[in-house]
């Protein structure tokens, strides 16, 4: 093979492979979600399925970012920028959990939950 | 249809950083967004963990199947994004189309189980935006990420005419007015289609013949199949186009907007929806 036909092969084959790499993480996506809504519904310990939620859910969103968001093959400036948006959200969120969490600023008006997840935390 | 694949997409070496201003641009927009939707999720989950007296049971109105179905077809949407991004990369402008229209399809089944959703919580299950906590932090939530994904369908529907614009200094307004045209078209027939399929959806569910359905909603689906006629014709293919590889900065940053949207609904399926069935 010479060189002139060497550079559309590999374009060609590089398009192809993308395009079946796409295909391949939608249909692990998918997987994904359908394993999370029947986890829910599964009698084992709630610590255990909560956790296996929080991961899967990173998974998921971790695929979408470095694949279909393309940051594996960009500049890593542009995973440091995203992620310290990403750092400061979680950040916030855990504060704010921990925060109202506290037996001194639960809200006056709150009541027990009596509802799933929310009844143990 | 050529095969250029000649830009460095991922790369940029007239700027600084080395990344295209666009996307530079969007990646910080979108990390300052995280902090905004970071502060909706943990404002809910807090009135979650703490509710006030008289707080309705989420469990009760919830629809786990219709949730997990918009998540499907985000999920969908997104891998049509990402195959739009790589199609135009290659200047694959009729695929672009296509794959541009399936996200916007898919989008718009996104929003319109999110309006059936709504209409079912407030007039069924009776929660409304100020009757509970709950409600509020729901709505506001789930609401604006709906907001994000409307400004999506609408920036995809703009870059898709846009794709239109004839090659060549000369297409001005006589292109313009052709684009508002188009656009209008488009978005009568949206709401005309949501109407008629909202409407057929309450339709079967109270059991309405498909004749007294039509003879009901006749304007509404005239104009959707009218308008999907004229959006084929304008759709075709008119010759040479400005439109190609070199927009392809527009497609992927429109396309970290959209997978962005996915990412947030990602997380708000977990926290706000499936941990209320543990």
């Known amino acids: ?121 | 249809m050529s095969h250029a694949g000649t830009i460095d997409h991922h790369h940029d070496a007239t700027t600084a950083t080395g990344i295209p201003n666009k996307k530079l641009f969007m990646w910080a927009f979108l990390a300052s967004d995280c902090m905004f939707f970071g502060a909706l999720i943990s404002t809910h989950l807090i009135y979650r963990l703490h509710p006030p007296p008289g707080s309705p049971s989420p469990r009760q109105i919830f629809s786990i199947e219709l949730t997990s179905f918009s998540t499907f077809i985000l999920l969908m949407s997104s891998l049509l994004m990402a195959l739009a991004v790589n199609a135009i990369q290659k200047n694959y402008l009729t695929s672009t189309r296509h794959n541009l229209l399936g996200t916007i399809f898919f989008g718009l089944i996104f929003l319109g189980c999110q309006v059936y959703e709504f209409t079912h919580f407030v007039h069924e299950k009776g929660l409304t935006l100020s009757n509970s906590l709950f409600g509020s932090t729901f709505y506001t939530l789930t609401g604006t990420h709906g907001c994000h994904v409307a400004i999506g369908v609408l920036w995809l529907i703009l870059t898709y005419i846009r794709s239109f614009k004839p090659a060549g200094a000369d297409a001005g307004r006589p292109w313009l007015a052709g684009a508002f045209f188009h656009f209008f078209i488009f978005a009568l027939t949206i709401v005309a289609g949501m109407a008629t399929v909202l409407s057929g959806v309450h339709a079967h569910l109270a059991r309405e013949p498909f004749r007294e359905f039509i003879s009901h909603n006749l304007l509404a689906v005239g104009t959707t199949i009218v308008g999907l006629a004229i959006l084929t014709y304008l759709g075709r293919s008119r010759g040479a186009v400005e439109f190609g590889e070199a927009n392809a900065i527009d497609v992927e940053s429109m396309g970290l907007y959209w997978h962005f949207v996915d990412i947030v609904w990602i997380v708000i399926f977990t926290a706000v929806y499936l941990l209320e069935y543990l």
Request: proline share 2%.
């Open chain 1, 1 to 121: 093979m010479d060189a002139t036909t060497a550079t559309p092969v590999v374009e060609a084959n590089s398009a192809h492979s993308k395009f079946h790499t796409f295909v391949q993480i939608a249909m692990v996506l998918s997987v994904i979600t359908g394993i999370e809504i029947v986890l829910v519904y599964l009698p084992f310990a709630k610590w255990l399925i909560v956790s296996a939620l929080v991961v899967l859910s990173a998974v998921k969103f971790l695929f979408v970012i470095f694949y279909f968001m393309h940051l594996r093959w960009d500049k890593v400036f542009c995973t440091i920028l995203f992620f310290i948006g990403l750092v400061l959200a979680i950040g916030t969120v855990a504060a704010l959990l921990a925060l109202f969490g506290s037996e001194a600023s639960t809200p006056l008006t709150s009541q027990i939950s009596h509802l799933g997840f929310f009844a143990n935390v």
